[in-house]
């Protein structure tokens, strides 16, 4: 597929299960950040397709890193990851140019269309 992603959130169990997950549906993942500050060095060394960011982070949140990456690159597609309970957040991203929102819980097949969406793929049957 060659769909180049950057992993963004806290945890690194979940950073390692988004990778695992990706990976086996044939994404490369070209990166791991922990806040919304890494992201941005992080994006800018590795030039993602994707970034799958979490919206809530401790230092720099989502919402901020989104910011900073949308002025590095305005074309950047990110997919916000939520949880339940957070609309106001997840309409505050879209506003300020994230292309997604992937709400926890979610499938795995959930997590490949929202990054093959925000990528651009399209199937052919």
Do not use: H, W, Y
Not at 8 to 36: H, T, Y
Not at 52 to 65: F, K, Q, R, S, T
């Amino acid at each position: 597929m060659g769909v180049k992603v950057l992993i963004v959130d806290d945890s690194p169990f979940m950073r390692a299960v988004l990778k695992a997950k990706l990976e086996a549906a044939g994404f490369k993942v070209v990166g791991e950040a922990r806040d919304g500050e890494e992201a941005v060095d992080v994006f800018r060394r590795s030039v993602p397709d994707v970034v799958l960011m979490d919206v809530i982070m401790p230092g720099v949140d989502g919402i901020e890193g989104l910011k900073r990456i949308m002025d590095v690159d305005p074309n950047a597609r990110v997919v916000m990851i939520t949880a339940v309970g957070q609309r106001e957040l997840a309409k505050l991203a879209m506003r300020l140019g994230a292309i997604g929102v992937l709400v926890k819980p979610f499938d795995d097949a959930s997590l490949v269309r929202v990054v093959r969406e925000a990528a651009g793929v399209v199937e052919c049957l």
